[in-house]
């Protein structure tokens, strides 16, 4: 049971808690904090909300507004660079994963004076980073307590950093802040960290029994909230369970990896442009029934937890009640439920499953069953 679970030292769960992140850098005696969000959080307000906390503790602010989707590292560059000649000594993630993964960075390379070319990879970050906030608008990524960044190269492949120092000093959950998602963002996250979780009890690397109490956790708690979100969107309590889920199910893949799902929704964002987490469930249920030889007995555990009242007469009807369920949520979101709804030829799949074999192999390698391309691509054709 030898294993090594790594933690975002302070998380803070608190409705309105954003008015009190001054407080928050004061605690880590910063004085030039930079904000990093993008437009449409700059839009909500939430941005200007946090510099006034912020002012009022006597630290001064810089906000960085041009987060992108799938941050690509040309953006990442220029915010560094404001941080610089800002001469920020603190970092504040606001937004969705983009704008934490941005953070993220940033506090390291500023910190470092790194490129954040010689960062790609695992445990290239050289020293210690900038104190770091970490603030979630949304309920899904879990980027607020984990220590990957996934950047954008400009060839459009995704490039990922992974290291311990990106674990941010403090997680401030503030459900408030993810009352104004649309529907489709919030199904779209919710059933990316439901992934998280599903991957993080099945991965053959690094499970360990506290990413699995986790991951048990935040699976009941986002799949028992998801509904009532869809049904009443200003349910402040069902909001704040599924902000905690998708926090705990962050903490759960960060220690115990992602597998398959994820490897194969990579190129739906590089490609498509497909939002991760819409990407993740697109594929979850063909990889969930390719993994059935070896994850059957997990899967079947899991289900039950989700769906207490269901009669399950076995482990394989449990089983594959949870991989009907996440499809079933996916068709119930509204969001488009198959590859050729969202661009995807034919003609594309054998590029996909190359670029998955070839180029993301730390992924197939947590994943409970081998995969070839032939797989791969069988599993983006029963997508299809």
């Given at each position: ?36 969000t ?103 990524t ?38 104004g ?7 779209a ?31 009941v ?69 390719f ?5 059957e ?34 068709v ?21 499953a ?31």
């Amino acid at each position: 049971m030898d294993f090594n679970f790594l933690s975002t030292p302070r998380i803070v769960c608190e409705s309105g808690g954003l008015g009190r992140i001054g407080s928050l850098m004061q605690d880590l005696s910063c004085t030039r904090a930079l904000v990093v969000t993008d437009p449409g959080i700059l839009a909500c307000g939430f941005a200007d909300e946090a510099a006034a906390s912020l002012r009022a503790a006597g630290i001064e602010v810089e906000i960085f507004h041009k987060v992108k989707a799938d941050p690509p590292i040309a953006v990442v560059e220029a915010a560094v660079e404001v941080a610089r000649a800002f001469g920020a000594d603190g970092i504040i993630g606001l937004g969705g994963g983009s704008s934490l993964d941005t953070a993220k960075v940033i506090a390291a390379a500023v910190a470092n004076d790194q490129p954040i070319t010689d960062m790609i990879g695992i445990n290239q970050v050289t020293d210690k980073r900038l104190p770091l906030i970490q603030v979630p608008t949304t309920a899904g990524t879990g980027s607020e307590v984990t220590w990957v960044s996934v950047l954008t190269s400009e060839s459009h492949e995704k490039k990922a950093v992974y290291a311990p120092q990106l674990l941010p000093d403090v997680a401030l959950l503030d459900a408030k802040l993810t009352l104004g998602m649309p529907r489709h963002i919030t199904a779209a996250t919710a059933l990316d960290a439901m992934v998280h979780a599903i991957e993080a009890v099945t991965s053959r690397t690094r499970k360990n029994p506290i990413s699995d109490g986790m991951a048990d956790k935040a699976l009941v708690l986002l799949g028992q909230n998801l509904p009532i979100v869809m049904e009443t969107p200003s349910d402040l309590s069902a909001r704040e369970a599924m902000l905690l889920g998708a926090t705990l199910a962050g903490m759960a893949f960060i220690n115990a990896s992602v597998g398959a799902i994820h490897a194969l929704s990579y190129p739906l964002g590089t490609g498509f442009k497909v939002p991760h987490g819409h990407a993740n469930a697109l594929v979850a249920g063909p990889v969930m029934r390719f993994n059935m030889p070896v994850a059957e007995a997990e899967y079947a555990r899991l289900s039950r937890l989700l769906l207490p009242s269901r009669p399950f007469n076995s482990d394989a009807a449990a089983a594959h009640g949870l991989i009907d369920e996440m499809e079933r949520m996916l068709v119930e979101s509204g969001l488009e439920s198959r590859l050729s709804g969202v661009g995807v030829t034919e003609a594309a799949i054998p590029g996909m499953a190359n670029e998955v074999v070839t180029g993301i192999t730390r992924l197939l390698e947590t994943n409970p069953r081998d995969m070839t391309a032939e797989d791969v691509s069988r599993l983006y054709q029963e997508a299809l």
